[in-house]
């Protein structure tokens, strides 16, 4: 038998995906749990037929539900977290409610005061590939950005081991479809805005700047990050730019630090040198691709690094952090 | 020295569209008219540098417009017109205020009273092609819908001269671009909801339907349209079926009728028979462009009839009105 | 353990499709067949992997091949059915080579002769829906072409209920992805041809026009069809319009021939009347999702059928025809 | 009266643009000359009407061309310039065969021998905002890249100004429409490869690279570039990224050595800082929008440029070259 497991903000585009990755999913079924506000927003199509009951307390006792989803802004995320947490359930927040570590970074980002600060210290910011040991005892994981895992899964690893000259800066010049910036209407989002055109926005300020620097440990002024829009549903490609450290003297060096740190990972492939991913590659799934270009004589260094915004970047990573949660095969329901 | 006109509704893709085209006219140059409600919405790039004032009779008067455009929703050109009449401008009405004829007929369709019934009976309803006599010395031009205009300057001349057995039904299924919908958000017309999609909607029951049926003089049992919206910008295809009378034994037959009607006019290109037009034919243009395929043996026929939206169906053919009215010259500014 | 079955012509987008079915299958698993001539296409992308043979006799026979799908052009499947079956294995074929039932209608269609008339005769037309008896026993299946399965789907329990005058015709006005065209570059299929455009083609005499005389029982004079190319990846839409016969007095009466014909049916669905499907409802399934409007006054009706042209119009209904020819249940791997 | 300039390449997507320049012209008219080749290619919609003769020297001569464009293959312009120069017409080539400077540099980037070393001396390659002295004089126009045009109008200025610390290097992530890439049809550039994809290509190694070099006076270590695919048709939009030099305190200061360099040219215009430019604001025009952000605590700097590629980054540009050769308003045309 399944065990049920909550979502909240199913009608969003996240929350759709959940319903898609957890309807397929061999040990857990979802349950819909309405929120305040939206609930005259259309359903997406693929809801139709699911159980939905209002987001109470009692809910999450009544059903069971081991854990809940959040798919919801980040405000609602600070507020719901608590009484699920002492109704029994397991949380994993989609928004970046509780991501930042500190009340004082959250504030400098968010603009808003923390609300529940003692949970923001428990919680597990979680890209399992990182993370997955804090992660299996959590009460709470902080699902990471869309954004922040494509450029972490990328540069973590070479960071880490030295391969970069950071006193150059790394850019990452990131670009996503539009599913990304969630399904209430506004102009921006709009067809006839978006469609023939591209467009950046928040250039070094985005507020997923920092889920990059606390991660991969760089310095703000070592990450130039551009957040921009493509003219698709979906998928996050991001161009990251650097020089490599004079210990890196082929394409082969660099290979062999990201073999070292993905081999056996079930959702980080890696391209031969000079090959890159694109968004095809890894649309509906939960795949991160990575491939690069390496320039031997001026260790110019170019990554691509793609994932699905709603899968690897959103959905499909959830699902990946509540199968570590509650003990189940980290793939389940993802391949 | 070059005359100024008024546009309403400035921040939408028709009044946009009419402010290009009013910036290469020879003759006249556009003023922008603020209009109540809208005010902190982005203006759309081109207005930029545009004289902008409030929407007011004191206006009008002040800076002498000979001329107004409304492009605004029907309630609110019902409100305006009248004082924009009384404070010396004629009224050239892109919204559906105007073109219903007797107020029976636009609140059937409209759900709602006319406010201004004595304007209703003098507006002139003028597709040029049809009816630049009327619209010459008129004071407030009903300009017609999209969907219309490409549906009656298709099926008008054939039905005028009994080339169409109207028994067995006109379809007439078409397809518009998202800007059709208008500039105001709405998740029906957000991105991600529209792209890789393809969708009908008022099925039978349009509420352009009725300015097919008085103008091509068609029985609503005879008219069978369907609305549908395609992922792209701007552009109206329309696929008109039909079983041409006895009296039609070659495509040559059908041809001469659109040729007598069509000759010397500027913006109705003829395709040969067999031949087509697509939306890249007119998109940008005043143009309708129509060609059809007929089959002798059946006499089944299918017309294709394509415009541009915010063209010959807005914007353009409202300045097609605006030269009869303003006595220039039909052609000015619109190719 | 899986059984093994090959795809001819897997470098095309009905044979990708078809080995992302078969790769999720419970029962089978893909052989990739190396067809001549395009050996140097590149692939999509997930036929990475998958085990890969030339397409000859030997390979049919030493990999036991139980099954063998050719999505391939219709030369190359009247060319290569014959050897195959002689091979042992059964063959499901995509394209058009075995459809018509005889050689003159197959010559008036595709303006050649056909080169195996007695397989022509053997070839079972399968639309599971209404031909899955006679598939369970056939060697040799001719899948139906992704226009007339909507449009057969949509009509054919009409005509045979009589619920249609057949006398004032009926239109099919069909728009289709364009993965349906094929994968071979060219001009008419260039992205920049395509984007922010909508064109019709094959108006009145389009290929798949036979397939629906013949399954629903219509005259050629009783049918107007034109197919129309959509500015997204997949999925067909058809807006068909007919008079209802006089025994039809409501929507309901519509409604209980559809439903007579589809309770039970996995894979059509039926929408309450007044509500028509979109392209989102169906893409990436082998759904085909049936609504429809209809004018008690006039009789008038809408029909709006939509199916995914790569899932029911192409590789989904073609794994559904296997599963009858190898005995599986008809939905595995479907769902 | 007009004077008759030619075309060759006319089919191709910058050819097309070149007709619809030229025939808004004041002072020029465009006669279509028919290269070897490609005869049976169908032409764009907006070159019917317009005079088509072949491509000779008795053509260039009986006609009287004053100029000839060449929207043709690098190894055709090659072949054809100097015997349409010795027909006395002025050449501007919009391929590449004329822009490198030396026959060296040419085999480099392009893997052959250039055929007309001679012409190759004595080309001028024109950016009209910094060469269109040497322009006036040309008899033979090397119109710059797509890429460059964008990269070099954002990047020159500064270097010159000593604005930029080089020793971190620039980072330029280039982003195109697909009518960059030609009409002649490819997997590459077919529909449903590209739609709802992005992809990287060229990286580091863009041919364009050597046009940036040359002119900002770049050494290749200091210049990262990358080329990417955006799902539509027109339109460049480049992310820029650097670390400015110590002496520069401010965006004012920045923005002074733009104002300094810009102030009066007609196509360039600048945003406040800040602000970025995206493909609306350039499309269908003749323009390069330049916006940045500067972070004044680190000195990092990202600077937007934009172009329509058939625009400033072909048709448009080679118009104004033209403009300068043969003496008229460097505007005319293009407003």
């Known amino acids: 038998m399944k065990i049920p497991v909550g979502i909240v903000g199913f009608r969003g585009y996240s929350g759709a995906e959940l319903i898609a990755y957890l309807t397929r999913h061999p040990h857990v079924e979802p349950v819909l749990l309405e929120h305040r506000d939206v609930e005259d927003r259309p359903r997406p199509l693929h809801t139709k037929g699911a159980k939905t009951l209002a987001c109470t307390a009692e809910s999450v006792r009544s059903e069971g539900l081991v854990a809940v989803f959040l798919a919801t802004p980040h405000d609602a995320s600070m507020e719901m977290a608590p009484w699920i947490l002492d109704a029994g359930a397991?949380?994993?927040?989609?928004?970046?409610?509780?991501?930042?570590?500190?009340?004082?970074?959250?504030?400098?980002?968010y603009k808003e005061d923390h609300t529940a600060p003692v949970l923001l210290k428990e919680a597990v910011y979680s890209v399992p590939e990182f993370h997955r040991d804090k992660a299996r005892g959590a009460r709470l994981i902080a699902n990471p950005g869309c954004y922040p895992t494509a450029a972490n899964l990328a540069i973590k690893p070479l960071i880490a081991a030295g391969a970069i000259e950071r006193e150059h800066g790394i850019v990452c010049d990131a670009k996503s479809g539009v599913s990304g910036a969630g399904r209430k209407p506004s102009l921006k989002t709009s067809f006839c805005e978006v469609t023939e055109n591209f467009s950046a926005y928040s250039?070094?300020?985005?507020?997923?700047?920092?889920?990059?620097?606390?991660?991969?440990?760089?310095?703000?002024?070592?990450?130039?990050?551009?957040?921009?829009?493509?003219?698709?549903?979906?998928?996050?490609?991001?161009?990251?730019?650097?020089?490599?450290?004079?210990?890196?003297?082929?394409?082969?060096?660099?290979?062999?630090?990201?073999?070292?740190?993905?081999?056996?990972?079930?959702?980080?492939?890696?391209?031969?040198?000079?090959?890159?991913?694109?968004?095809?590659?890894?649309?509906?799934?939960?795949?991160?691709?990575?491939?690069?270009?390496?320039?031997?004589?001026?260790?110019?260094?170019?990554?691509?690094?793609?994932?699905?915004?709603?899968?690897?970047?959103?959905?499909?990573?959830?699902?990946?952090?509540?199968?570590?949660?509650?003990?189940?095969?980290?793939?389940?329901?993802?391949l």
Request: hydrophobic share 40%; proline share 5%.
């Open 90 to 109: 397991k949380v994993i927040d989609l928004a970046a409610a509780f991501r930042l570590g500190t009340t004082e970074n959250y504030k400098r980002w």
């Open 203 to 334: 250039i070094l300020d985005h507020r997923h700047v920092p889920e990059v620097l606390q991660n991969s440990e760089l310095e703000e002024s070592e990450f130039s990050f551009t957040a921009q829009l493509i003219p698709i549903d979906r998928g996050i490609l991001e161009t990251i730019y650097f020089r490599a450290s004079t210990n890196i003297s082929s394409a082969d060096d660099l290979l062999a630090i990201y073999q070292k740190q993905y081999d056996g990972e079930p959702f980080v492939r890696l391209y031969p040198p000079g090959q890159v991913p694109d968004l095809h590659s890894v649309n509906h799934t939960n795949f991160c691709d990575i491939g690069f270009k390496f320039d031997p004589k001026t260790r110019r260094t170019v990554v691509v690094s793609c994932i699905d915004n709603l899968g690897k970047g959103a959905a499909g990573q959830a699902v990946q952090n509540m199968n570590l949660v509650l003990g189940f095969d980290e793939i389940a329901g993802l």
